[in-house]
């Protein structure tokens, strides 16, 4: 390790013990019953969670009932750090519209669905998680023996008899919502309307692995009886929309034909007998309703075929896009690569790597094997990234997929493996940018995100690895973005610094840190009677922020980028304050980023005109504070450009600049990077910028901005 990095870990401290970590299992309840007893669903499920040592966290999908309800979850979500509430608008969504909603607001890596009461003994949790961790993807309950009434038990046998004959999927109660899954199954698999009930179907068919556990059943709501004949009719359309999902979205034509062939031959049937007495002279067509009858069956059967036909090219033009197949395991033993010469690769990716195994060489248990990231590893990276002195909140999963959001494009993950451990990791976007060229960078629109590693062996197979890959698909240049550099064949620039400081235990101790010209300037926010208050409406924050990126003439970051990051990144690592002067008005605001221990102020802005009340050290330091009095031990005031106002601001608050070490691989007629505000070819754009009407210079800076990465 570094001295730099060694540095970085003593000013943590224990502050990862104070972070808060990523539950293992989300619980996500699913309520449409005001009468629901959530005080005992709370209760239940918390107990059992605890009796098996699992870090979990409840999530409340409220779809429909409101009131006291709603005010009573939302007491206990301010008492308890792993209970969380989200309300749908309206009621009646369905159990697969509030499961999709509630995994973009889960956190665990196995997810258990459940119901408004218990209808199933939350004790069984436990057979559920040891078969997950056994290897299962979905585990489905049987409720064996039911308590419900035999009616509806004898339907429920017939629907389930049914199902498993029809989709050739061995399960005994579809009927049960209690269910447990890896999160990559919602993830992965698009559901709507009633077909959560069907997911383990669907799942089976994507190559996940499916099983079934049998569970105690407690309790049964609902209607007794037979249903009305709505009920049917809709179970029956459900069925047929999963057979033609599950059987037949690789080829339509087959399905539509057999429809197509079988209306054409009755048609046939039909109309040829009065069209040959017509041709022989034996009768007319003009009273043979038959002959009508044939004739529209063949044009529905020519229509079905043509569907078909439509969906097979379709099928053919998207096909590289489709992916109905899960690689379970790939195994390598002295491994080379073997080029398939007939295959041509999309330019933007990567060309895939075939390898052969040479059985006479010997194998190198300590050898690094690069893979790319697998689905579902999501949460094995984070915890890496957590763990490594060097890892940043834009190493995590919940970054790269809100640059997935922004760009509209995929990103991806070199992973560095020995023995089957991970030893190293480094984030890789391929992008093709207006302003820029063809590029690729470790991680957009972040101050660090590069190469994570163990040591020197799995830095360097990653940069190969990186390199090559860049090189294939012809980019200009592959920035890392690292605070330490890692040696290799690289180019270097020097324009940033970055700027790093310890906390002291008491917040009251933060004031003194503070050099005594900027301390003035602090308590200049005292006398005026400013304060800082946790917490800042994003329209609020996106406005203040737009007046200050327009004021020093660079584009402004969309909207949809600050709620992509309130929601993947999530509460516990997104923080918002703003400054309120003496009549209330928020006149500056800061969003801060928490990782393991540390508190990273990333984006600011403010009204102008209130430069002598010296809100911006006001603003900071009362930060300080507050992260003190949380428990974090280091402020990262992140990089600013070399000998710049912010760069000079930041010293003067204390903090000693230290080089940021970005590291470029060029390619054949690549140089580095030249556009940055510094430029002063961008002088010209500049002055413009700063005059222009600001709702015209938000709706142009916002797709700008995708294009500086």
């Not at 580095?672 to 709706?699: D, E, K, S, Y």
């Amino acid at each position: 390790m570094s001295g730099a990095a060694e540095q970085r870990a003593e000013r943590r401290g224990e502050a990862a013990v104070v972070a808060i970590g990523r539950p293992e299992v989300t619980i996500l309840i699913h309520l449409s019953d005001p009468r629901a007893d959530v005080d005992l669903l709370i209760d239940s499920y918390s107990k059992v969670l605890r009796r098996l040592g699992r870090e979990g966290e409840l999530l409340f999908i409220l779809d429909g009932p409101t009131g006291p309800l709603l005010d009573r979850l939302e007491v206990e979500a301010g008492r308890r750090k792993n209970l969380k509430v989200l309300a749908l608008q309206g009621g009646g969504n369905g159990e697969s519209i509030a499961y999709t909603a509630g995994i973009e607001h889960a956190r665990g890596r196995f997810l258990v669905t459940a119901g408004d009461y218990l209808q199933v003994d939350p004790q069984e949790l436990g057979i559920h998680l040891a078969a997950l961790e056994g290897g299962a993807d979905l585990v489905c309950s049987w409720r064996h023996p039911r308590c419900d009434p035999w009616l509806n038990r004898l339907q429920s046998s017939f629907f389930n008899w049914f199902l498993r004959h029809v989709s050739k999927v061995p399960l005994h109660d579809l009927n049960c919502g209690f269910r447990s899954m890896r999160r990559e199954v919602l993830e992965e698999i698009s559901i709507y309307g009633d077909l959560f009930r069907f997911l383990p179907i669907m799942a089976k068919r994507r190559g996940f692995r499916v099983q079934e556990v049998k569970v105690r059943h407690l309790e049964e709501r609902g209607k007794t009886g037979f249903f009305g004949i709505g009920v049917y009719l809709r179970r029956l359309l459900d069925i047929l929309a999963v057979t033609f999902l599950t059987r037949f979205t690789q080829k339509p034509l087959r399905f539509f034909g057999i429809i197509g062939a079988v209306l054409i031959l009755v048609g046939l049937l039909l109309a040829f007998p009065p069209f040959l007495d017509r041709v022989i002279g034996a009768g007319g067509l003009q009273d043979r309703p038959i002959f009508l009858m044939g004739v529209v069956f063949l044009a529905f059967g020519f229509q079905c075929i043509g569907f078909g036909l439509v969906g097979e090219i379709i099928i053919f033009t998207q096909s590289r896009n489709l992916k109905e197949y899960k690689i379970d395991r790939i195994s390598s033993l002295g491994i080379e690569e073997v080029p398939d010469a007939g295959v041509e690769q999309d330019e933007d990716e990567p060309a895939p790597r075939i390898l052969a195994i040479d059985e006479d060489e010997d194998v190198d248990e300590d050898e690094v094997l690069i893979r790319h990231v697998a689905p579902g590893e999501d949460p094995v990276l984070d915890l890496y990234a957590g763990s490594h002195d060097a890892g940043t909140v834009f190493h995590l999963e919940g970054w790269r997929r809100m640059c997935e959001d922004v760009l509209h494009r995929q990103g991806d993950v070199l992973v560095a493996e020995r023995r089957g451990t991970v030893v190293g990791m480094l984030p890789y976007f391929n992008l093709r940018s207006l302003l820029l060229g063809r590029i690729a960078v470790s991680m957009p629109f972040a101050v660090q995100g590069g190469i994570l590693a163990d040591d020197q062996d799995a830095a360097a197979a990653l940069l190969a690895e990186a390199t090559r890959l860049s090189d294939e698909q012809g980019n200009r240049y592959l920035e890392l973005r690292h605070a330490e550099p890692w040696p290799g064949p690289l180019e270097e620039g020097d324009l940033y610094v970055g700027f790093v400081r310890a906390l002291p235990a008491d917040p009251g101790a933060c004031l003194g840190m503070i050099p005594r010209k900027a301390r003035a300037e602090c308590r200049k926010g005292v006398d005026a009677g400013l304060r800082l208050v946790e917490g800042c409406d994003l329209d609020v924050f996106h406005r203040l922020f737009a007046v200050n990126k327009q004021r020093l003439g660079s584009p402004i970051i969309p909207r949809t980028m600050l709620d992509a990051l309130a929601r993947r990144l999530g509460p516990e690592r997104v923080v918002l304050h703003r400054v309120e002067d003496g009549g209330g008005k928020a006149i500056a605001a800061v969003l801060s980023f928490l990782h393991e221990g540390c508190i990273l102020p990333y984006y600011s802005g403010g009204l102008p005109g209130h430069e002598g009340s010296g809100v911006n050290n006001f603003m900071y330091w009362r930060l300080m504070e507050w992260a003190s009095g949380q428990g974090l031990r280091c402020f990262d005031f992140g990089r600013s450009r070399r000998d710049t106002g912010p760069a000079r601001f930041k010293k003067n608050m204390g903090f000693e600049p230290t080089p940021m070490h970005y590291q470029y691989h060029l390619g054949p007629h690549g140089s580095l990077p030249t556009l940055h505000p510094g430029n002063p070819r961008l002088g010209l754009f500049q002055v413009l910028w700063r005059t222009l009407p600001r709702p015209l210079a938000i709706w142009i800076g916002q797709p700008l901005f995708r294009q500086l990465a």
